[in-house]
């Protein structure tokens, strides 16, 4: 029976640890390993929004695991201009390919994608969610904390409504992890993701949030898809950049978390970003393994 990834709903604790340990392998024997569990199986990259880390890493990830990926440019598919359906789209692909990953606007358009496909769907982000970015993050926050559990302060401060924040407090429930979004009021998390959770909070003062964070985490204030709303925005979250005088107030073996592109300056100062205390580059590598490794189980199969 398939299984899709859409949000980290999806998975179970148990699910999680066993994409972590594969992953943890598959970075420490990457160039070595035999391991191809996706040999002979193609794999469709569908995107409508433009890529660095998605693209590339999923390209290879598919590649090193023996498969053969297929870049679909959205705009330049019938699903595209309007003259397919997203269900006549998903049983066409299903007899072509093993598998699908998807990275798109509208979260509904995904999910009637995996609805109706007979094989994997993988969501690569929506303008909802981004699973497979919090996924490598909590692999990056059990790298440098040995452990996922309410020791562990993560805060993530800007749009508490984005796909990264709502996508961070379902990584919460998921692993336990103490989290804070600080956001302001008009961009407060939703309740009902926010409900069943005793280990996420709200925090509209950036200074409160802060105090005691192992990891600071933030991202773009204007997401692709936003353009048309950049001045409110802009306005509305200058107070919550991550700069210096936020990171003093956190533990002092704090560490910077972003997901990229970064823009210096705004949601976060350079001196931040560049500093010993951030680790996004390797937060961005271990997109490959921890994606390699859930290819290889709802796609290889292992």
Not at 112 to 128: F, G, K, M, Q, Y
Not at 152 to 158: L, P
Not at 292 to 300: R, T
Request: proline letters at 4%.
């Amino acid at each position: 029976m398939k299984k899709d990834f859409l949000t980290l709903q999806d998975i179970t604790k148990e699910e999680m640890w066993q994409v972590f340990d594969l992953a943890a392998k598959l970075k420490r024997e990457r160039g070595k390993s035999s391991f191809k569990p996706l040999e002979g199986k193609s794999i469709g990259l569908i995107f409508a929004k433009s890529s660095t880390r998605t693209r590339v890493s999923f390209e290879v990830g598919v590649h090193e695991l023996g498969g053969i990926p297929l870049y679909l440019d959205q705009g330049k598919m019938q699903l595209g201009r309007g003259s397919e359906t997203v269900g006549d789209t998903a049983h066409v692909l299903s007899r072509y390919l093993h598998g699908i990953v998807i990275r798109t606007y509208g979260h509904a358009e995904v999910e009637e994608l995996a609805r109706t496909a007979d094989i994997p769907v993988i969501n690569a982000l929506t303008n909802e969610y981004h699973p497979c970015q919090l996924l490598a993050d909590l692999f990056t926050i059990l790298e440098y904390s040995g452990k996922l559990d309410s020791t562990v302060k993560v805060g993530f401060f800007g749009d508490g409504r984005s796909n990264i924040a709502n996508s961070m407090i379902l990584a919460a429930r998921l692993s336990g992890i103490d989290l804070v979004i600080c956001s302001p009021e008009e961009e407060r998390p939703g309740e009902a993701l926010m409900a069943g959770a005793p280990n996420v909070r709200w925090e509209r003062c950036p200074e409160k949030a802060a105090k005691g964070l192992n990891y600071i985490y933030t991202d773009v204030w204007v997401s692709m898809g936003f353009e048309d709303d950049k001045e409110r925005r802009m306005q509305l979250f200058r107070p919550y950049q991550v700069n210096r005088k936020i990171f003093g107030l956190a533990a002092p073996d704090c560490k910077f978390l972003h997901c990229l592109p970064a823009h210096r300056e705004e949601e976060v100062t350079a001196d931040v970003l560049d500093s010993p205390a951030s680790i996004v580059f390797d937060e961005a590598e271990n997109r490959l393994h921890v994606q390699k490794a859930l290819m290889a189980k709802l796609i290889g199969g292992c």
